[in-house]
């Protein structure tokens, strides 16, 4: 049974990625991730409004942001501050950009009135020149903290460990304010295979949310991509990241 659901969820989505070239491609995923996201909504019992889906356009050209905004999208992720700094003066106004990427201190400056929120933050370092620079632009920034929950070497965030005491130390900067975690699951053909760990991330953010931090909420969850975002949403996520399963395959020629 579990390994059959795998299989149709892993049909839905290569359904969607093979979709590539010609005319209205992003429109027709879109629709067709928007659908996938309800349905698992279904199966979790959840309301399809709690979960934000982020198109994720990095290395993508204007006019394929522009066929998704088209069709509705308003959340935009990039992974890249220059990507930002480009694209923003291109597009509409009224998109949420999202930074999704490994972000280095002396680059926050350039971004930090330009996105709605950052979610790769894992460090304290990281987090204080966020706060410096917010100040200056007299904002706010709205961050999650990085968690890499399997452990991997590759990749960037804080174990989950010293998720707690991370978020303790940042909660007391001024201008910034933790909104929730953010993972990146490793990659694997089987989404089930991630399943676990997504429960991980979602308890972890309970069980700091039961410490009533100051300025602290635990109210958003981003974790889930192209190849494991319908598990993601069954698990709890509420902003799930899609990058492939929208604009079709990236080329980094
Ligand atoms: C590229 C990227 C994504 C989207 O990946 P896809 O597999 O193309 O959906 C999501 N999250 C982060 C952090 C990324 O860098």
Request: net charge negative; aromatic share 4%; charged share 30%.
């Amino acid at each position: 049974m579990k390994v059959e659901k795998a299989a149709r969820l892993l049909q839905q989505n290569v359904g969607a990625i093979r979709k590539t070239g010609g005319n209205e491609m992003v429109k027709e995923n879109l629709a067709q991730v928007q659908e996938n996201i309800r349905r698992a909504c279904e199966r979790a019992g959840r309301d399809p409004n709690e979960v934000t889906l982020i198109a994720v356009s990095k290395t993508k050209p204007v006019p394929m942001l522009e066929e998704a905004y088209e069709a509705g999208s308003r959340d935009f992720g990039e992974n890249k501050v220059q990507e930002i700094v480009d694209k923003h003066p291109q597009l509409p106004q009224d998109i949420r950009w999202h930074m999704i990427g490994h972000l280095q201190r002396n680059k926050v400056k350039y971004i930090i009135d330009q996105v709605c929120l950052i979610h790769s933050v894992d460090s304290l370092r990281l987090a204080k020149e966020i706060s410096s620079q917010a100040e200056k632009k007299q904002v706010n920034a709205d961050i999650l903290i990085e968690v890499n929950i399997a452990g991997e070497e590759s990749k960037f965030g804080v174990s989950a460990e010293d998720a707690a005491q991370l978020i303790e130390e940042v909660s007391v900067l001024p201008h910034i304010r933790v909104k929730g975690l953010m993972a990146i699951a490793p990659f694997v053909t089987n989404p089930e295979d991630n399943r676990e760990y997504f429960r991980q991330i979602r308890k972890l953010a309970v069980d700091i949310d039961a410490k009533n931090i100051d300025n602290v909420t635990m109210s958003v969850l981003s974790m889930g991509m192209t190849g494991d975002y319908m598990v993601a949403i069954e698990e709890g996520a509420t902003m799930v990241r899609v990058g492939t399963g929208i604009f079709g395959e990236r080329n980094y020629k």
